[in-house]
């Protein structure tokens, strides 16, 4: 068959498979070693007749370099390729070959003028040791960074559960529960916390006039509005409908009530069009100030409609 070329008149490359580069070059290498030291003792010394092997520290000596060796194929078949898994496994390799030397001792005899058998089974160990360590150093960071990771993807799932479908806001549950870190934190640093609630007033009737979609497009601008209007350490939630919390930390009530005041104005002034003939509708919001005591988050929240509940008749009794 015709080999297929490309448009250079060259063979398609085609990478080296993982399995080879990863795994049998490891393990080739590792084979390798172990055949050239066997090869040095077997030219360097004589084979031990079969009645001076000692049996015991062949089966001690070779069921380490054994179990070694079976750790290094789960390393490899566990772990994708990188400097983490290259350095385990070459430091794993340094104490097999140890071992593996160690054991070939025990069948050949090495002359006493030979120094370099020793080098051999004894100086892998602490160079084995060296990497291996830095390797599990690598690894303990590595599953840091992970667990780091996870971490943030498991929250922003769930706080991403949380967010209101309609605006890009935290809904009632998501409110609930950075009230409740707010008041913990705000009880931790002996500082005030205040709540600020926008509602915005007759908003059935935009609905009823202009359509739900008109309502939700004036959402959507309030949203930004707000949000545009608050500080970078603010917090705003849509607590239900047209009703909206701000989570105003470090906040005594004078500053809050101002906060408050700024946000009624920006929706008042809020020159909003519909989309489409372009009719001008005019809003206005009800604001309530709620200062955090001694007491739950549920309670506060609950505290929250209250405020805003009286001060909404407030506004249609002094009218």
């Known amino acids: 068959m015709q080999q297929i070329v490309n448009h ?3 063979a398609p490359h085609h990478p080296m498979h993982p399995f080879f580069t990863h795994r049998t070059l490891t393990l080739a290498g590792l084979a390798l070693a172990a055949i050239a030291g066997l090869y040095l003792y077997l030219l360097a010394g004589d084979v031990k007749p079969w009645a001076e092997i000692d049996w015991m520290d062949v089966f001690a000596e070779g069921g380490t370099a054994l179990f070694a060796l079976l750790w290094l194929m789960l ?22 070959f140890s071992w593996w030397m160690d054991m070939l001792d025990e069948f050949i005899v090495i002359p006493s003028t030979v120094f370099w058998d020793n080098w051999l089974e004894n100086l892998p160990i602490p160079i084995g040791l060296l990497i291996l360590s830095c390797g599990i150093y690598q ?41 409740k870190m707010a008041v913990r934190e705000s009880g931790r640093q002996q ?21 739900p979609q008109e309502g939700d497009n004036v959402l959507q601008s309030v949203t ?15 607590l239900a409908g047209d009703r909206f919390v701000a989570v105003l ?71």
């Open 249 to 319: 930390p470090n906040t005594g009530e004078a500053a809050a009530r101002q906060i408050a005041d700024e946000l009624r104005s920006a929706v008042a002034s809020l020159a909003y069009k519909t989309t489409g003939q372009g009719e001008r509708i005019h809003l206005s919001a009800s604001t309530a100030v709620t200062m955090a005591l001694d007491e739950d988050s549920e309670t506060l929240i609950a505290r929250v409609n209250l405020d805003l509940v009286h001060a909404k008749q407030n506004i249609t009794a002094s009218s």
């Open 224 to 238: 930004q509005l707000l949000l545009l209007n608050l500080r970078g350490q603010d917090l705003l939630c849509r």
């Open 139 to 179: 690894w303990h960071r590595e599953e840091l960074a992970i667990r780091l990771q996870m971490t943030k993807r498991e929250r922003v799932f769930r706080e991403h559960r949380l967010f209101d479908k309609l605006i890009p806001l935290g809904g009632a549950g998501y409110l609930r529960e950075q009230v």
């Open 8 to 10: 250079r008149g060259r």
């Open 75 to 96: 390393l490899l078949t566990s772990r994708p390729s990188g400097r983490v898994t290259h350095l385990l496994a070459v430091g794993l390799c340094c104490f097999i």
């Open 191 to 211: 500082q005030p916390l205040a709540l600020v609630a926008i509602d915005i007033d007759d908003f059935h009737q935009i609905n009823r006039h202009h359509g």
